[in-house]
């Protein structure tokens, strides 16, 4: 029988992880074609929403559960088109120039539709478990001839169980390949209760095992990602060799120390776990917060790619741990 780690604190904590019907869920974005998600070619449905607000977080925009705009600087043409349909002076004209001021934007979105160059952009959008289903099933092709299928990424994507599992129960029904990309703050009792009848692969990020650190730079605690990990794990054995996928990124300074990627992988090998995965830095998150108007909140993180040398050592750590990456 599985053991489901939940002290009365943590329960308390994670009380109001998921997010209630009525704000959401919103969906970022579905992209199609992926090879990057998972077995063969993939629909990768991105959900809008994170309970960690991890301070390298590549895709930013996806941390609100609301809709939010974006607006790239770059590419606006100046052409003044979205001045003129908003109403509440956010967007203005200054000498041949495009004024934002986002502290009086309404996000009522009249000017997105307008924009000839796609620097305004909305992000997130309300859709039914319908129009997912829609959406994906148009590449059912591509999945049967590749080994594919579906995979719920974010944010989040268990921060809305009721819809990851309507979504999941639907796919499966179809006969639809399906994973769950989470970052291990979620309910286990309702993820097996919704989730797991459904899924076929778990991608588990394990970022900081030190429980401090890990709360200074994803707010967070790692205690309640490790216990429902080991849940995970126990149930892992009862099903097929891959079910369970344990993922960490390699951030500068942050997870990517010798004293962090050691605990990590002495962890999983305690486990049992014998495959993970590192994922490489993307530094290119940094247009992304430009985009949404936010300032980078944390000093020393790099704009360069990660030297080769340096992924091959934190490889090296967990090789020699038993797990092959
Ligand atoms: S979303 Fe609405 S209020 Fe905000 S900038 Fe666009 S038109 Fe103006
Ligand atoms: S409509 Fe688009 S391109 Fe034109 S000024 Fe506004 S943001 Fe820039």
Request: glycine letters at 8%; charged letters at 25%; aromatic letters at 8%.
């Amino acid at each position: 029988m599985v053991q489901v780690l939940q002290a009365g604190h943590m329960e308390k904590r994670i009380q109001n992880i998921e997010v209630r019907k009525t704000d959401g869920p919103l969906v970022l974005e579905i992209r199609g074609n992926s090879l990057d998600d998972g077995p063969g070619i993939r629909s990768v449905v991105f959900m809008k929403g994170c309970p960690l607000s991890c301070v390298w977080c590549h895709n930013p925009e996806s941390k609100k559960p609301s809709p939010e705009l974006l607006f790239d600087a770059s590419i606006c043409l100046s052409c003044g088109t979205c001045a003129q349909v908003c109403e509440s002076d956010a967007l203005r004209m200054k000498k041949k120039k495009l004024i934002f001021d986002r502290s009086k934007c309404t996000l009522c979105f009249a000017c997105i539709d307008l924009c000839p160059s796609g620097a305004l952009e909305r992000a997130g959008k309300s859709m039914t478990v319908d129009d997912v289903i829609d959406s994906v099933m148009k590449d059912k092709p591509f999945y049967d001839t590749s080994g594919g299928g579906v995979t719920l990424s974010g944010g989040e994507p268990l921060m809305f169980m009721d819809f990851a599992s309507e979504i999941l129960a639907s796919l499966k029904k179809k006969g639809i390949h399906n994973i769950v990309e989470t970052c291990g703050i979620f309910k286990m009792e309702r993820f097996m209760e919704l989730v797991l009848p459904y899924v076929d692969m778990i991608y588990y990020d394990i970022k900081i095992m030190d429980a401090s650190l890990s709360e200074r730079y994803t707010g967070i605690k790692s205690d309640l990602i490790l216990a429902n990990f080991r849940t995970l794990q126990e149930i892992s054995l009862k099903k097929h060799p891959g079910f369970l996928l344990p993922r960490t990124p390699l951030i500068p300074g942050m997870t990517d120390t010798d004293e962090n990627l050691s605990a990590i992988a002495e962890f999983l090998s305690s486990l049992g776990i014998k495959k993970a995965a590192l994922l490489e830095y993307n530094p290119l998150w940094y247009a992304k917060l430009n985009k949404l108007g936010k300032e980078v909140q944390e000093a020393g993180k790099s704009r360069e790619w990660m030297d080769k040398k340096h992924v091959a050592h934190c490889k090296e750590i967990f090789i020699a741990a038993g797990i092959s990456v």
